[in-house]
DNA sequence: CTTAATCATTGACTTTATCAATCATGTAAG
DNA sequence: CTTACATGATTGATAAAGTCAATGATTAAG
């Protein structure tokens, strides 16, 4: 006798039996919205959000990606790319820089102050992957790593 | 030497070194992208979406969900629920059912044609998550659902 | 050269998400 | 009982995301 621990786990139970409990979609959405809702909200003090957070970490890679390239690996339309590039930019944190290989293309690249907020923004995240991971052991979040790139990247 | 096979690739794999690529996050939310999108597209023909798919899967369940739990499950908020069983039930697919224990709640029931047609659309989605996990084999495919679920489950 | 393709950008438009408010019902406490 | 409070579905307002076509600047190809 007793399912009733707390309202929000009880009835969760009841449709991990149900067949879309096994679907791989379905299961990568659940842990999307879980994992992004988290990580919003650890960046929320930065000023920050997943999407933009993407875009600084990217630029301060040192890859040197173009507006295009950002859309393509983030899975956004080029015309997303673009406001989350302006704010960046405002906040001094990103700069376009015109490709001289090909002058249609902007490359982003981080300033300073944008590789010292990416830092904080990397503890923030991280910190909060760790609480989203903590029921794998680190085998098993490698094993995970592995597994979701080999789907992400098989394109 | 060859790094141009489809321009869409080319620059991916250039990123997938960056600290992003090991965000579980952000595989999460590229997996989901790339896997809704195939699953949406899977599902057009039966006049399905990936939400409306779930409901209606939910809904055939046996569970006897009320709106509430489609809600929690499906991490959506309740009033995001209400035009998808609307549609599902316009199209005779769905019932909304007073619940005799507390009559709040409308609990949600397939009607016959619901079951032909989440039979179809399990189909369906079930060939599309095939080719999205044709990188793994069937030992990796049941680890990375092992892995997601406690991932998904653990609130 | 001229034609076609690509990149960033804009703008229109649709779809999702978020949140407060409401009505009906249920629960708890005095 | 009845008063006070919590919950489930619904509505409506608003913000955020996603989708798509069109444009100007450039580059690539014939």
Known sequence: MDTTTSTAVSSIERFMASELAG???FLTARTRALGSARANKALENLGLKVRSY???SLAC????PTQRELAEFLSLDPSQIVPLVD???ERGMVERQADPQDRRSKVITSTTAGRQLYKKARAATTAGEAITMANLNPDEQKTLRNLLSRIAFSD
């Open 61 to 64: 890679s040192g890859l040197a």
């Open 54 to 56: 993407s875009v600084l």
């Open 87 to 89: 704010q960046l930019e």
């Open 23 to 25: 679907d791989i979609e």
